[in-house]
């Protein structure tokens, strides 16, 4: 199923874009000046992740995601600062058939921090995944129980803990547990197929 996603989205301090080529500059500029930050809760890069044309190849392929209907991202901005990039949401493993569902994942610069900028781009980006055309039932979002101010955006936004996922992801050199939550879309009625 294609997916005709917005290529931007706006909230009251952020602008929300999609992935594009002419983001790469700034995505690695992002990445670079986050790379400390973000390495306990990030999967092992890759020997060239810090590289533009490594950059560019990922969002070439986040675009293909998109336009397939598999994922749904967003590279965060302020309105007053639209070419510093302070973050990315995004839905992943987009399911259909009896499940509708996707994965929930985010991250924000080190600098960014304290301020509920997560917990506004976040409601952006729920807010596309319950309406049309997307419309899913349900979105999962797996973190580790040490990382406080990740847990604090899902209880602000309402997701429900499901349980606890043992060694659930190698993340900074080692398989870690992750606490599991959801959050249900209530326009979905309890015996409404997909």
């Known amino acids: 199923m294609s997916l005709e996603a917005p290529k931007q989205l706006s909230s009251a301090r952020l602008l929300l874009r999609a992935p594009s080529a002419a983001l790469a500059p700034a995505v690695l500029d992002f990445d670079l000046r986050n790379q400390e930050h973000l390495a306990p809760w990030s999967p092992r890069l890759s020997a060239d992740y810090f590289e533009l044309a490594s950059v560019q190849q990922r969002l070439a392929r986040a675009e293909q995601e998109q336009a397939a ?56 980006l729920i807010d596309q995944a319950f309406a049309s055309p997307l419309r899913l039932h349900r979105l999962q979002a797996a973190v580790r129980p040490e990382n406080k101010p990740s847990l604090a955006v899902l209880q602000r936004l309402g997701f429900a803990l499901e349980g606890l996922s043992l060694r659930y992801l190698f993340i900074d050199g080692a398989w870690r547990d992750h606490q599991v939550f959801a959050l249900l879309n209530p326009s979905w009625g309890d015996t409404e197929a997909p």
Do not use: C, K
Request: hydrophobic share 35%; proline share 4%.
């Open 69 to 124: 209907g598999l994922a749904l991202r967003y590279w965060l901005s302020s309105h007053e600062e639209p070419t510093r990039l302070i973050g990315q949401v995004n839905l992943t493993q987009i399911s259909r058939g009896p499940f509708q569902n996707a994965m929930l994942g985010y991250s924000l610069d080190a600098q960014s921090q304290g301020s509920g900028l997560m917990t506004e781009a976040l409601r952006s």
